[in-house]
Structures are given as C-alpha cells and as structure tokens.
Nanobody, 123 residues
Framework: VQLVESGGGLVQAGGSLRLTCAAA????????AGWFRQAPGKAREERERVAGISSSGGRTYYADSVKGRFTISRDSAKNTVYLQMNSLKPEDTAVYYC??????????????WGQGTQVTVSS
C-alpha cells in the first residue's frame, strides 16, 4: 500500500484545510486509516495520533486536542481518506502523515506511512 498526502499549506488561525490521502493498492479497503502529526522539534517517536477511521468507515477516533474541529472520512471507491480541519490553531502546525493500520481505527500499530504534508497555522 502506497499513501500520498496532499492539501497542506499555510493558513491563518481560525481557517480551514482539507487533507487528502490517496492510496494505491486494492487491499487498502481492508485497512483502517488515519492521520498522525509531528510538531516542529519533535521526534518521529513523538508523532501524535490525530484521527482514525475503520475500514468500513463506521468507527472513528479523534485526539482530544482536535475533537469538534477535525473530521475524518473515507471514500472507498476512490481509495481515499480525508481530514477536514476547521478552526485551526497555531498549535496545529505540524507535518501531517497518513497511515494505514490493519489492526484497527485507533492506529496503534501502523503498517504503512505516507511521506507527509506540511500544515502551518499563523497567528
């Protein structure tokens, strides 16, 4: 499974962005998927789980820091996962990574990672 993120950029606080994760490989539909982020100065091991969605799309997970502001969804026909980010804050600034995890929507043990997309929120 190959994952390619897009949609990052620079936005003012209070603004919105939508991240897209496009997957290559038919088996992607069997995987839960979601998003992590790595804030500036943080190591890979400190990546924060942001949101996850089950293979069916019926279950979702959100970090407390984004609940009520971010929405994850997936389009199985397009092999794509989205992260709609509203009411963005400067502390949301990070590189956002798409991940796929066969074991579940909480993304405890990701099997595949994308290359990341930068999100910068200015105050």
């Amino acid at each position: 499974v190959q994952l390619v993120e897009s949609g990052g950029g620079l936005v003012q606080a209070g603004g919105s962005l939508r991240l897209t994760c496009a997957a290559a490989g038919r088996i992607f539909s069997m995987y839960a998927a979601g998003w992590f982020r790595q804030a500036p100065g943080k190591a890979r091991e400190e990546r924060e789980r942001v949101a996850g969605i089950s293979s069916s799309g019926g279950r979702t997970y959100y970090a407390d820091s984004v609940k009520g502001r971010f929405t994850i969804s997936r389009d199985s026909a397009k092999n794509t996962v989205y992260l709609q980010m509203n009411s963005l804050k400067p502390e949301d600034t990070a590189v956002y990574y798409c991940a796929a995890d066969f074991d579940g929507y909480r993304l405890m043990t990701p099997d595949y990672w994308g290359q990341g997309t930068q999100v910068t929120v200015s105050s």
